[in-house]
């Protein structure tokens, strides 16, 4: 199984994600930004674009990365991981589905102001304009269909602890 945590910069992914990881056993993290990296240090580099996801080969590269991995051990992936175009998500659940993997869809979600003050404030990374950016395109996934796609988490009024508490419990763990 595959518990992907969606939502977008902000909202507790990588945070939640680990937390997650020690409440369900036998459960690992793969963050598929690691998919993007890897095609980000090709030499000499893929054609311009703006975000990794854009590149053809990244969606079926993290089913086939997510698809071995569990092959070799089982288990449930807990995969912190923003996707907010949809063709992209239909991509990567149509993937795992066709390798009868099964997904937990969870977006993690909180209010714009929630989400720019938790970039803003940042003392690991910092203030992020690229963060920044993603908060009007994922405004409209969530209104157009993200939301309808996932068990919506909102993490607005909650800890990291809570949150993640709130995602085993959903998974049954």
């Known amino acids: 199984m595959i518990v992907w945590l969606n ?33 980000m240090d090709i030499k000499p580099g893929l054609p311009g674009l703006d975000n990794f996801q854009h590149w053809p080969p990244w969606r079926p590269l993290v089913v086939e990365t997510a698809r071995h991995v569990l ?3 089982g288990g449930t992936l807990v995969m ?26 969870f977006v993690l979600h909180a209010d714009q ?19 920044l950016k993603y908060l009007e395109p ?17 993490t607005t009024h909650l800890t990291p602890d809570e949150t993640a508490r709130r995602v085993a419990e959903a998974v049954g763990r």
Do not use: C, N
């Not at 907010?84 to 066709?98: C, D, F």
């Not at 102001?113 to 963060?131: H, N, Q, Y």
């Open 7 to 39: 939502g977008t910069h902000g909202a507790g992914k990588t945070t939640t994600g680990a937390l997650v990881q020690r409440l369900i056993p036998d459960s690992r993290v793969l963050d598929a930004e690691k998919v993007g990296e890897t095609l």
């Open 71 to 73: 092959d070799y051990t």
């Open 80 to 105: 912190p991981m923003t996707v907010l175009v949809e063709e992209y998500w239909r991509e990567i659940s149509a993937g795992l589905a066709r390798h009868a993997i099964l997904v937990r869809h």
């Open 113 to 131: 102001d929630t989400l720019r003050g938790r970039i803003e404030g940042d003392t690991d990374m910092g203030p992020s304009a690229f963060r």
């Open 138 to 154: 994922y405004a409209e996934a969530a209104r157009t269909w993200l939301h309808r796609e996932a068990e919506v988490v909102d």
